[in-house]
Each structure stands twice: as structure tokens, then as C-alpha cells.
């Protein structure tokens, strides 16, 4: 788990070293819960890629968690079919405690800025969500 945990790391620092223009910015309401679908949602006009990675069963962080060397770029994509920046995908998850985050471009690892629940775990820092529905993994 440590070696998880330090690629994050190299990952965040690699993003800010290149120079990445990245600014997210708050949306109102987001995550947005209806019982166990999640709207996740990043406003990120200048990526190409979001994904939300985390800690529910068939995320596993991006595959990472299982892995351990690589994230896979299918797991928790998000998309912006409508082009105006804010990139969103909905999630059914069991209810219970969830950390998250999002990854722009495969190198950024972000917090949510529209989401003030936050935790720490070796030194990362999480967004965290309680779902109190379940609708289960689909």
C-alpha cells in the first residue's frame, strides 16, 4: 500500500513540475446524491482526460490499488460530450464511507474542490463521501 500511495505522490509532483495549467473550480452541489448514484463532476476546461479514481470495489483507485504500477485509463472516466469544461460521470455505489479523487491528463492528482470533507492517508489527501442509499457497484 505504501508503494501506492508514493506513486500518487510522484504523480502530483511530475503534473505540477510540468507546468500544467489546472485550475478547478468549485461547482455547486457536486458530488450530487440521489440514495446511491453519485453525479461526480470536475470543472476542467483545459484537460483532455478526468477520471474519478477511488476507493469503492471496481475502482480500486484507477486499478492502482491493484496493480500497483499503473493507472488504467477506463476505470471511473468521466466525459464532457456538451465541450463546456465540466466533466461528470454518475456511480452507484453501496453505501458506506468513500475516498476519492480526480486525475487530469494521467498525471494530476486532484481533491474536490467542491467537496470541504476531506481525509488524510499517508500523508494524501482525500475527498470523502458517505452514500447512505444503496444501489450497489454497477
Do not use: K
Not at 17 to 43: D, I, K, N
Not at 61 to 88: C, I, K, Q
Not at 89 to 118: K, M, Q
Amino acid at each position: 500500500m505504501n508503494s501506492f500511495w508514493s506513486l500518487v505522490g510522484v504523480s502530483l509532483l511530475l503534473g505540477l513540475a510540468s507546468g500544467c495549467a489546472y485550475t478547478p473550480t468549485p461547482l455547486r452541489g457536486a458530488p450530487e446524491q440521489h440514495g446511491g448514484a453519485v453525479r461526480f463532476a470536475l470543472r476542467m476546461p483545459s484537460a483532455h482526460r478526468v477520471q474519478v479514481v477511488g476507493s469503492w470495489e471496481g475502482n480500486a483507485w484507477g486499478g492502482l490499488a491493484e496493480s500497483g504500477a499503473w493507472l488504467d485509463p477506463r476505470r471511473g472516466a468521466l466525459s464532457d460530450p456538451d465541450g463546456d469544461g465540466v466533466w461528470e460521470r454518475i456511480v452507484f455505489l453501496p453505501a458506506g464511507y468513500h475516498t476519492y479523487r480526480f486525475v487530469v491528463d494521467g498525471t494530476l492528482w486532484l481533491v474536490d474542490p467542491s467537496n470541504p470533507e476531506r481525509t488524510r492517508h499517508n500523508g494524501a489527501e482525500s475527498s470523502v463521501l458517505v452514500v447512505q442509499g444503496d444501489f450497489g457497484s454497477r
